[in-house]
């Protein structure tokens, strides 16, 4: 998984709490990308990085922020989590118009 | 913004037969086209990727086409085998990449 962790890997949680899910690079990428994976709709963009505090929204970023302290981590939160944020949550680096390489996703149910 | 159609959403195939899964893209600026192969349980590995100054790409078993007058690309897999049988996305990218929804492969030995 080109030296991307994700964490956790899985968590439940109930619907009004914040949840953060983190991811870690060894490979000192300047783009990290947050997705969520959903059956019958692909990967869509949350949120992504272009370089230590520099962020931007994507397609699907209502309910969600996210925060690069480090070049080597990009953090996701979930506001006030709702059923409708769960999900399979994958972290990607790559630069635009390259090939992105993922990590191993964090399963979140939100009951 | 940028709309890709993956088709079709599910594929059988008996072992040895040929694979065939195709996309369609809405904007002509997109200049890169990787393909991504999902396992279970695991993030979407790069297989094979086409830029948009090519028309065709092989690797092994795998080879992509590209058709920028028609936007539309396609993943061929030829001599399947039962360790092919995974979820296999299209993407299309400009500077955001967008993905299909993706096809689940079955090969049955």
């Known amino acids: 998984d080109a030296g991307i962790t994700q964490s956790p890997r899985h968590k439940v949680t109930e619907t009004g709490t914040p949840v953060t899910l983190r991811c870690h690079q060894t490979e000192n990428h300047r783009y990290m990308y947050w997705y969520r994976q959903d059956p019958g709709h692909g990967l869509r963009l949350i949120h992504y990085?272009?370089?230590?505090?520099?962020?931007d929204k994507g397609e699907v970023s209502d309910g969600y922020s996210v925060s690069r302290s480090k070049t080597e981590d990009f953090l996701l939160t979930l506001e006030s989590a709702t059923s409708s944020q769960t999900s399979v949550y994958f972290c990607?680096?790559?630069?635009?118009?390259?090939?992105?390489?993922f990590g191993p996703g964090t399963r979140l149910l939100v009951l | 913004g940028e709309n890709v159609e993956q088709h079709p959403s599910t594929l059988s195939v008996q072992e040895g037969d040929s694979a065939v899964i195709k996309c369609t893209y809405s904007d002509s600026a997109s200049n890169y086209f990787p393909w991504y192969k999902q396992e279970l349980g695991k993030g979407p590995q790069l297989i094979i990727d086409i830029r948009s100054n090519v028309g065709e790409k092989k690797d092994q078993r795998i080879a992509v086409t590209l058709n920028k007058t028609a936007k539309h690309f396609s993943l061929h897999i030829t001599e399947t085998q039962p360790e092919d049988s995974a979820v296999y996305f299209c993407a299309a990218s400009n500077n955001d990449m967008r993905f299909g929804a993706g096809t689940r492969l079955t090969v049955k030995p």
């Open positions: 990607a680096i790559g630069a635009p118009q390259e090939t992105q390489y």
């Open positions: 990085s272009y370089g230590v505090k520099d962020t």
